[in-house]
């Protein structure tokens, strides 16, 4: 059983920073890929970032240059390091993690809260 568990949301003011953290418990077998997604009130889940083991990434146009994704495969974690922050930044957060077997399986985390307001 894997088990996603985020954390570090938060108000912020626009222009500033916050570091989200996310923790995956149990055992991973295979190749697998890390990330974070979004979703603003009445909007679709995006992607913001994403991580495979080896250090491949992803991000989603609107936070490249802003974002960081980075991973700590010993901890099971992947973090997200987010500058420059924007209001329309502001979104519930879900950590991801997809088992990149013959069929896919996505696990997700409860969702943290980003909110950018001055």
């Known amino acids: 059983q894997v088990q996603v568990v985020e954390s570090g949301g938060g108000l912020v003011q626009p222009g500033g920073s916050l570091r989200l953290s996310c923790v995956v418990s149990?055992?991973?077998?295979?190749?697998?890929?890390m990330g974070w997604y979004r979703q603003a009130p009445g909007g679709a889940r995006e992607l913001v970032a994403q991580?495979?083991?080896?250090?491949?990434?992803n991000y989603g146009n609107a936070v490249k240059g802003r974002f960081t994704i980075s991973r700590d495969n010993a901890k099971s974690t992947v973090y997200l390091q987010m500058d420059t922050l924007k209001p329309e930044d502001t979104a519930v957060y879900y950590c991801?993690?997809?088992?990149?077997?013959?069929?896919?399986?996505?696990?997700w985390g409860q969702g943290t809260q980003v909110t950018v307001s001055s």
């Open positions: 991801h993690i997809r088992l990149l077997t013959l069929k896919p399986v996505d696990y």
């Open positions: 991580m495979s083991a080896a250090g491949t990434t």
């Open positions: 149990g055992t991973i077998f295979g190749a697998n890929i």
